[in-house]
């Protein structure tokens, strides 16, 4: 774990850029988190994606699936592919300021 | 008072655990229902053989109202739904089931219609499962006539039963080409969903290696969204495209229909959230499950069931007297990994220790780790007598308890995820 400073607020990080404490985050590193990931400008509807992550990641204690994502906040996953290119799930989960998504086993 | 049992599901973890319930109360103090919606009992770990003639579906069959001791109710119906808030089951037929206790054990429901094209035309010409026994069987022929071209196997997305299961199959056609002497004529691609071979790091390193060495194509991070069946293309919802001469496939996964039928009993994906340690359910305390059709974060394997039904068993006992849970099920998992001819290799892990090198049950062996051997293969084979005559029946397997043994593991690494 690394401290890394984003928007300037420095906040701990793993090794691939995810924050390790989600208290650290706030809506200027998540803009910063999207342009350095290739998403260049933050919509409503990416916003409703990341507010949703980070609820179910605070709430649970996990995050959602790619599946489950496009089931429960209404998001179609082409549209996720769409606004979070590559992985919907861990672009939304580094951007929203939560651990990276373990996946299942 | 006599208490009511209803156990949903008389698949493995059903079967098992409706057979230890039964040895353990008498016919007096419990009755023990359970309910299924047929009466074959597919030995799941066998399809795997099937498409390349290893097994008959007829020889994994058997009776499900067979693997039943005497003194079990065996109801066969679809579920219709679960009343949690009125201790009642609803059957399709119409019947109504009160429970003080209920046992969760439909497993999970594959879900092809979810793929956009994957079940259109070409669906089992083309684009086949080998997760179903008809799925296996169509497959099978249509193996034994291609004679050359694109194969791609395929994981669309996981949670999946027997997550090795995709790996096996690429494996197994590595050696069936060999041994049909076509093995030149076929390009071999293996596509998941996955970032890497397997979930955990040190397996997915060694099983990605052994990929490589039978020249499989390792695509990764392939989230599969569309299939066309006819003109041969599964097609990534990054905008990926793959050709396929033949696709084998490994459909998304869900609970049962009933589940997501019933108020406050699943998720999203009709799974049962449940207590990883106790196996008690979030819904109701008297709502217990157990294998496939948890949320549990461990593989949704054979052996995981057998192991959850240590301390399932116990906590149902407890649960009926009063007592306090027991909270030991440590997600320990065990799964066999056929490699092709003739060899196979095993994994053992739970929540916390990942598949690691080294020997099982313990130091001495006798078998390795993470290590293609012989004796492992025996192991998997041998497993299906193993399964129908002690698992099911609810019979300690001597030298494998619940709780992973730590001894015989060579730790490489200190983390755990
Ligand atoms: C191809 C393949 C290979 C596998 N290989 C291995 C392996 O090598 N090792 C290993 O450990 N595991 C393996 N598994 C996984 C293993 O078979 C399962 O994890 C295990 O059977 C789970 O047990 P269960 O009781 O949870 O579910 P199941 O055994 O699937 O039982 C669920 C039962 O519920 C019934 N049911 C579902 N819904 C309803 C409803 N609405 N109404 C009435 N009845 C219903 C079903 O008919 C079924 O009988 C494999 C699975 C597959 C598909």
Redo the contacts between chains.
């Keep these: 774990m690394t401290a890394l400073l984003i928007a300037e607020t420095s906040v701990d990080v793993d090794a691939e850029g995810f924050l390790t404490n989600p208290d650290q985050w706030n809506e200027q590193i998540a803009e910063e988190i999207a342009r350095e990931s290739g998403v260049p400008a933050l919509t409503d509807r990416h916003w409703l994606v990341i507010r949703y992550m980070r609820d179910r990641y605070l709430a649970t204690g996990t995050a959602p699936s790619i599946r489950s994502l496009g089931k429960e906040s209404g998001v179609p996953i082409k549209e996720l592919y769409a606004l979070f290119p590559k992985g919907p799930a861990k672009l939304a989960a580094k951007i929203g300021g939560i651990p990276k998504p373990r996946g299942c086993i | 008072m006599k208490k009511q049992i209803v156990i949903l599901g008389g698949g493995t973890g059903g079967t098992m655990t409706a057979n230890r319930l039964r040895r353990h109360f008498d016919a007096d103090e419990a009755e023990i229902h359970v309910v299924d919606r047929d009466d074959r009992h597919v030995y799941q770990p066998g399809l795997l053989f099937v498409p390349f003639g290893l097994a008959q579906v007829d020889e994994i069959v058997r009776p499900r109202h067979r693997q039943l001791r005497s003194g079990i109710d065996f109801h066969e119906s679809e579920v219709e739904s679960v009343w949690i808030e009125r201790d009642e089951v609803l059957l399709e037929d119409g019947t109504v089931l009160p429970y003080d206790l209920l046992v969760i054990a439909t497993g999970a429901r594959l879900q092809p219609e979810e793929t956009e094209g994957l079940t259109g035309p070409g669906w089992n010409e083309r684009a086949f499962t080998f997760y179903t026994p008809d799925g296996a069987d169509l497959l099978q022929r249509a193996l034994e006539s291609f004679d050359g071209g694109r194969v791609v196997v395929n994981l669309i997305?996981?949670?999946i039963k027997c997550?090795v299961a995709p790996l096996e199959f690429a494996f197994l056609a590595d050696a069936y080409f060999h041994e049909r002497k076509i093995r030149n004529r076929v390009e071999l691609i293996f596509a998941t969903s996955?970032d890497g071979a397997f979930?955990?790091p040190v397996a997915s390193k060694h099983l990605a290696g052994l990929l490589t060495e039978k020249d499989i194509e390792l695509v990764t991070?392939f989230?599969a969204?569309e299939v066309d069946g006819v003109g041969g293309k599964l097609s990534s919802?990054?905008g990926r495209d793959l050709d396929f001469d033949l696709l084998v496939t490994v459909p998304?996964h869900g609970g049962a229909a009933y589940v997501e039928r019933s108020p406050g009993l699943g998720?999203?994906?009709g799974f049962v959230p449940t207590d990883k340690s106790t196996l008690q359910t979030l819904a109701q305390p008297n709502v217990f499950a157990l294998g496939d059709a948890t949320d549990l974060?461990?593989?949704k394997a054979g052996s995981v069931t057998h192991f959850e039904g240590d301390v399932l068993t116990e906590n149902i006992v407890r649960f009926l007297e009063g007592r306090e849970l027991d909270s030991s099920y440590d997600g320990h998992?065990n799964c066999f990994i056929e490699t092709g001819f003739h060899k196979a290799l095993l994994i053992d892990f739970n929540y916390e220790t990942e598949p690691l090198p080294g020997r099982f049950p313990s130091a001495v062996g006798p078998l390795p780790l993470l290590r293609e051997s012989r004796l492992n293969h025996l192991g998997k084979l041998m497993f299906q007598w193993v399964y129908w005559h002690m698992l099911l029946p609810g019979r300690e397997i001597p030298g494998i308890g619940p709780a992973m043994p730590q001894a015989g593991k060579k730790h490489l690494t200190t983390t755990t995820?």
């Design positions: 997305d996981m949670p997550p996955l979930t955990k991070e989230n969204g919802y990054d998304l998720d999203a994906l974060p461990t593989s998992a995820t």
